[in-house]
């Protein structure tokens, strides 16, 4: 039996200080009263070699994003509005330990700035006839 994986990055890093990384990640380490204790899987870097110093948020396998306490996404959309971005944009690869129908997908989805979740909808376009 293969084992699943949820892996999300970030597609960019956010340019924050020190005190915000630190508030960032003891919000996130924090326990949200308002969710089932599963988990949610992501970890916050920070960069501070960049210029500007960054942090930068991703789930190295498992990552549940409605798991997010909610403290934590107050103070990320609020970074995200500093650094003067609509949302932030996150990869999402389904992987498993072991090459096998179903077991491997990818997506995306956003953080907005208003704090709300966007996740694309998949359209399937049927190809036109060729001309005669």
């Avoid at 990055?9 to 915000?20: F, S, Y």
């Avoid at 988990?39 to 991703?58: D, I, M, R, S």
């Avoid at 096998?100 to 998949?122: E, K, Q, V």
Wanted: charged residues 25%; glycine residues 6%; hydrophobic residues 40%.
């Amino acid at each position: 039996m293969a084992t699943l994986h949820t892996i999300i990055t970030a597609e960019r890093g956010l340019a924050a200080t020190r005190k915000e990384y630190r508030a960032l990640k003891a919000a996130l380490e924090s326990a949200d009263e308002d969710v089932e204790a599963m988990g949610h899987g992501f970890e916050l870097e920070y960069w501070a070699n960049e210029t500007p110093p960054q942090v930068y948020l991703y789930a190295e396998e498992d990552g549940i994003p409605a798991e997010l306490p909610d403290a934590f996404v107050d103070l990320f959309v609020a970074l995200i509005r500093k650094n003067g971005l609509e949302y932030l944009q996150f990869g999402i690869a389904n992987t498993a330990s072991r090459l096998a129908p179903g077991t491997h997908s990818g997506s995306y989805f956003r953080i907005c700035a208003d704090g709300t979740f966007w996740y694309p909808r998949l359209v399937w376009d049927t190809p036109e006839e060729p001309e005669v």
